[in-house]
């Protein structure tokens, strides 16, 4: 790729980037609360839905905070958007490779 091929493919995509609030890193997880007694909906072996926000930190460290029924849209729409933001950053850090080198 030439040098100006890459400068204005980069431009483009670094233009594309909406304001980068609303994102969240992590995985969603579904969990089923069960209750060991005094609950009917469990007792007749149903269970309660539970979703749960997982991050990995660097170095191991896991933290996890629960969501809320009514909140787990909204959390998937920011995981998306921070997904679709970081392979943005990453196209544009490739690009940047051909600017720093372009005859290579
Ligand atoms: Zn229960």
Redesign the pocket.
Same mark, same amino acid.
């Given at each position: 790729m030439k040098l100006k091929e890459a400068v204005s493919l980069r431009d483009k995509l670094a233009r594309s980037i909406d304001s980068p609030a609303e994102i969240l890193r992590g995985s969603l997880l579904h969990r089923t609360?069960? &209750?060991k007694k005094g /609950?009917q909906? /469990?007792a007749r072996g %149903? %269970? &309660?839905p539970a979703w749960v926000l997982s991050i990995n930190y660097a170095g191991g460290r896991n933290k996890q905070i629960s969501i809320r029924p009514e909140e787990k849209e909204q959390v998937e729409r920011w995981l998306a958007n921070y997904h679709e933001l970081r392979e943005t950053l990453e196209s544009i850090c490739e690009l940047n490779h051909v600017v720093l080198r372009p005859g290579d």
């Open positions: 609360i069960r &209750h /609950c909906t /469990c %149903g %269970g &309660h």
